[in-house]
């Protein structure tokens, strides 16, 4: 079925394989964000109806869920980074927090038939009690990042509650895919790039697990969960436990590279130890995983190696 599509936070990496991945299927999209890029030269954003540049709040977005009549919102705006949320509660709070408020309020007033699908994180569990993880699983957050995340997930529950919007609510494990220029996938791939580096130097033990997750994956859970017009919270990863140890090794061998791997043992400030996420939910819609993680890394690092000049200095 036809659906008028509004993402927001557009021009990130989960954005904008949402949006090529719905905009290729016929849908309309309607694309808010930052932008590197426009339509006339990137084939990331297919069937666009317009292409909104903004950071929100903007008063611009009310007119533009106004025009659109969106039949599907798909928030992916905030921030990304754990470690800048340690350093910047309130930036992190301001740009995660107000701005879902201000989307819901939106859709509330403009457009109230709307889906409204949240893309939170699998950081409001913290250090799991036992894996994997469920739905029901305690929340005990280890960063603002993961706070944020739980009142941005309340907020979408009062507005289902008391005014009746549909709301979806996306635990999204470990993501990652082309474009991602941040994290630990990013991380390594940098390190094995550089000629200059004999020796890499990795946070942790090694040993540290996490549920890896291909954006286009995502992007088809969305898919999933609209046409089974289901609302609720649901984990998003593979529901398979990788060590960091073993992601070395995948990338090591991707990049034909073999170096020296050092664990400092130190754990960064709001990092989980271990991951894996019960899918079970999910998958009763239909979802299952299309893209292994050694065929969405070796997609990774196609794209990443693009950006090299010489095979060896990453051009970003």
């Known amino acids: 079925m036809f659906q008028r599509i509004l993402i927001t936070g557009a021009g990130g990496f989960i954005g904008s394989h949402i949006c090529q991945y719905f905009g ?31 950071t929100l709040p903007d008063g611009a977005f009310h007119n533009m869920v106004a025009a659109f009549k969106p039949t599907l919102l798909i928030h992916c705006a905030g921030t990304a980074s754990v470690a800048d949320s340690v350093q910047h509660p309130y930036t992190d709070f301001q740009k995660t927090v107000e701005v879902c408020a201000f989307t819901l309020e939106a859709i509330r007033t403009l457009a109230p038939a709307c889906r409204f699908v949240l893309l939170s994180s699998a950081s409001v569990y913290g250090n799991p009690e036992s894996l994997p993880v469920s739905e029901n699983a305690p929340r005990k957050p280890i960063s603002p990042y993961g706070y944020h995340k739980i009142l941005s997930e309340t907020l979408a529950e009062e507005y289902a509650s008391l005014y009746g919007l549909k709301v979806s609510i996306l635990r999204v494990f470990s993501a990652y895919g082309e474009r991602l220029q941040r994290q630990v996938v990013h991380d390594i791939c940098r390190k094995f790039s550089d000629s200059a580096v004999s020796n890499m130097e990795l946070f942790g033990s090694g040993n540290e697990s996490r549920d890896f997750i291909h954006a286009l994956d995502i992007a088809r859970a969305i898919g999933c969960i609209h046409e089974a017009d289901a609302n609720g919270i649901f984990n998003l990863a593979s529901g398979l436990q990788t060590t960091i140890a073993e992601l070395v090794e995948i990338i090591g061998e991707l990049f034909c590279r073999e170096k020296q791997i050092t664990f400092n043992g130190e754990t960064r400030h709001g990092d989980p130890l271990y991951w894996q996420a019960d899918i079970g939910k999910i998958t009763t819609l239909g ?14 690092v196609a794209w990443f190696r693009s950006l090299h000049e010489n095979g060896d200095l990453i051009r970003l």
């Not at 309607?30 to 292409?51: C, D, E, H, I, Q």
């Not at 979802?287 to 990774?300: K, M, N, P, T, V």
Request: aromatic letters at 12%; proline letters at 4%; glycine letters at 12%.
């Open 24 to 54: 290729s299927r016929g849908h309309s999209i309607a694309a808010v964000g930052r932008f590197s890029v426009t339509p006339a030269s990137s084939n990331l954003y297919p069937n666009l109806w317009k292409m909104g540049g903004m």
């Open 287 to 300: 979802f299952h995983q299309e893209i292994s993680l050694r065929e969405g890394l070796a997609r990774y």
